[in-house]
């Protein structure tokens, strides 16, 4: 027996790995410092706490905002819809939206059982204005109660940014992208308000992340992901763009789950069909749950066109009435090409304009979103170009610039909650930042959600107003933009407050846009347009949006007062000798 042989074995050292789990190129093990020694034993515990605080700071912050906020206008539609569904399985109000979203708003006022009388001959907007302020209810615990499930919901779709980002970059690249959507002021903003676009919008990225999740297990993933497809359109009939999209990639992770080495053109051509078949299936679930969300409301499907019902010719209507949809659905689409048609005032970057313009919402967005956070969202994007991410690139950027790209073409320039979709799936791009596997990565990344995070939390309570940094602060938006980036009817509670706090004996001229009760608040005003300007004297209150559009005479009036106080961000008040 020779030494060698007598020699104790020698183990090999395992390779070390980074945060992602991938092998090192040095093939020695780090050496960490022995204060992130335990850190490193329980990295999950750790990064399933940080997930729960960044929930939890996104909660407070949802919570305080839907407590504080006076509903805004399109909220009182949407509840009185809700509650009409409840009590009487009628689909007559609110038909140019889908009902699931206006079903998810009803788990929320059945709690809170609010009086309504049964065969309200009103409009819809007046349903509204009725149920809050007129049937005997507490309007401030239905909102909250209608806010809630929007809330809960818009946590869960947290989760799964926080799970998509997971599955393309590690746990790094994950707890990055879910603090940018926690922190991002439009989707807190729109995650408490019992409205549509938020989750319209998770729903298209739920299904857009199964069906990436589906490059492994197609049979599992493809059915749940026809499933939050017909879930998002039931919501929202803007997400009908992506639907073509989803199926698109359907067939990609068809293709990926059935790749072998080799080019067998036969073999190619089996999967192609396959692929084909499984997007078909999903068309096909994605349907169904539409036809399901009607027939929840009323199994019956009652259903009267309008008598105001907008003529609409030409492809969109030969489109509309080819969808293999319930007819309400339909309807509803001509509806929304009739609103298409009506010139509307717009306010952008100071100027007062007629009709719409294409740019309207990437100029918004600059304003509305924080610099760390339009940062990292272009970096991010331009990280998925990387070897490894290339695939994942299509699931994440194609959906938002098709999306984005459909609501440039829209008419109504009210706001970025019409491409509220871009936080979410850019949120997903931004992880891609610490694949690139650079000490400045992470500093850069860490930096710049920081940098994010501090601006967010700098407007709390006001999410509404946000405007960033650059653009002068969320006290400057109304003068960059209007509508339902800043002034959305939603301070009329603090506007109350603030009279009967500092100015219990003034006379009070009102020009509220909203669809808020000033008297239901305490707030008992005149309107300064019905009368001579001469008589309008004391305090002048205006919402901002209608200071971005004024004319002639309130025009007249506004320069001829001195402003004196803000409300919310939203809410200017003169003084007028």
């Known amino acids: 027996m ?53 929930l939890a700071q996104m909660a407070v912050a949802m919570v305080t905002t839907a407590v504080e906020q006076s509903p805004t206008i399109d909220e009182p539609v949407y509840v009185g819809t809700a509650t009409v569904y409840l009590k009487e399985h009628s689909l007559r109000y609110n038909a140019e939206h889908p009902p699931l979203g206006k079903l998810i708003i009803a788990t929320g006022v059945a709690v809170a059982r609010p009086h309504l009388e049964p065969g309200f001959p009103g409009d819809q907007s007046r349903l509204g204005r009725h149920l809050l302020f007129e049937s005997g209810n507490d309007p401030k615990r239905l909102m909250l109660w209608a806010r809630l ?33 926690a922190f991002s002021p439009d989707v807190i903003t729109h995650g408490s308000l019992a409205t549509l676009d938020l989750p319209a919008a998770g729903f298209v990225l739920t299904s857009v992340w199964l069906t990436w999740r589906a490059r492994r297990r197609p049979g599992v993933y493809l059915p749940l992901a026809g499933a939050a497809l017909g879930a998002a359109l039931a919501t929202k009939m803007n997400t009908l763009p992506a639907v073509p999209v989803v199926l698109l990639l359907a067939v990609l992770s068809v293709l990926a789950a059935r790749r072998t080495p080799g080019r067998d053109r036969r073999r190619t051509a089996r999967t192609l069909a396959l692929g084909a078949a499984s997007a078909a299936g999903m068309a096909l679930i994605a349907v169904a749950v539409v036809w399901a969300s009607y027939l929840v409301v ?37 509806m929304q090409f009739g609103k298409e048609e009506v010139v509307r005032a717009g306010f952008l970057y100071g100027r007062m304009y007629y009709g719409s313009l294409w740019y309207y919402l990437p100029a918004a967005l600059l304003v509305k979103t924080p610099l760390g956070m339009l940062v990292l969202w272009a970096v991010g994007a331009a990280a998925m170009s990387i070897r490894r991410l290339r695939p994942a690139a299509m699931y994440v950027l194609l959906p938002a610039a098709v999306l984005l790209a459909s609501a440039m073409t829209g008419t109504r320039d009210y706001g970025t909650r019409y491409a509220i979709f871009v936080p979410l799936f850019l949120s997903v791009a931004a992880a891609a930042v610490v694949a690139v596997r650079r000490r400045w990565a992470y500093a850069m990344t860490a930096s710049l959600v920081a940098f994010a995070a501090v601006s967010s939390l700098s407007t709390y309570p006001y999410y509404l107003p946000y405007a960033n940094e650059a653009f002068g602060g969320s006290a400057k938006t109304h003068l960059w933009l209007h509508d339902s980036n800043v002034d959305w009817g939603q301070d009329l509670g603090r506007l109350a407050d603030r009279l009967r706090q500092r100015y219990p004996h003034d006379k009070v001229w009102l020009i509220y846009k909203g669809s808020g009760e000033p008297s239901s608040y305490g707030i008992h005003a005149s309107d300064p347009r019905t009368v001579p300007p001469q008589e309008v004297h004391g305090l002048l209150v205006v919402s901002d949006s209608a200071v971005a559009t004024a004319a002639a005479p309130l025009a007249e009036l506004i320069d001829s007062s001195s402003a004196i106080d803000e409300v919310g961000h939203s809410i200017t008040i003169y003084r007028r000798p």
């Open 2 to 54: 020779t030494r060698q042989d007598i020699q104790p074995s020698v183990r090999t050292p395992a390779p070390a790995r980074d945060v992602n789990g991938s092998a090192t190129t040095t093939g020695r093990p780090r050496r960490f410092p022995h204060r992130f020694e335990a850190l490193r034993r329980h990295r999950r515990l750790v990064f399933a706490l940080a997930v729960v605080a960044l």
């Open 149 to 181: 499930p929007m809330i809960v919901l818009t946590l869960l779709f947290g989760l799964v940014v926080c799970a998509f980002a997971y599955d393309l970059t590690g746990r790094v690249g994950a707890l990055a992208a879910l603090a940018l959507y």
């Open 298 to 334: 009323d199994p019956r499907l009652h259903w009267t066109p309008p008598a105001d019902m907008p003529e609409v010719h030409g492809l969109r209507a030969v489109a509309a009435n080819l969808l293999p949809l319930p007819r309400e659905y339909r309807d509803g689409m001509l």
